[in-house]
């Protein structure tokens, strides 16, 4: 706890440091490659690890989402 809270209150812009940055093995192997990435959304477990519960600038069908589906509503945001 001590690692997080400082690194959070040194620098709260850079976001919040993991204990576990390395992505679930129950994800899609394609996603295991290349790990948490921009545009996802999830919640960090007590743990310490981030749990990736879809990804805006995916397709609402993309096999990350098989898990926990995408909300009512979901739109792709595309990045340029």
Do not use: K, M
Request: glycine share 10%; proline share 12%.
């Amino acid at each position: 706890d001590t690692y997080a809270r400082l690194l959070v209150h040194a620098e709260p812009e850079r976001g919040y440091p993991l204990w576990f940055p390395e992505p679930s093995v129950r994800f899609p192997p394609a996603y295991l490659r290349e790990g948490v990435r921009i545009g996802d959304v999830g919640i960090v477990t007590p743990n310490g690890s981030f749990d990736v519960f879809f990804n805006i600038c995916l397709p609402g069908n993309h096999p990350l989402h098989h898990r926990y589906g995408v909300p009512d509503g979901f739109r792709q945001i595309a990045l340029s």
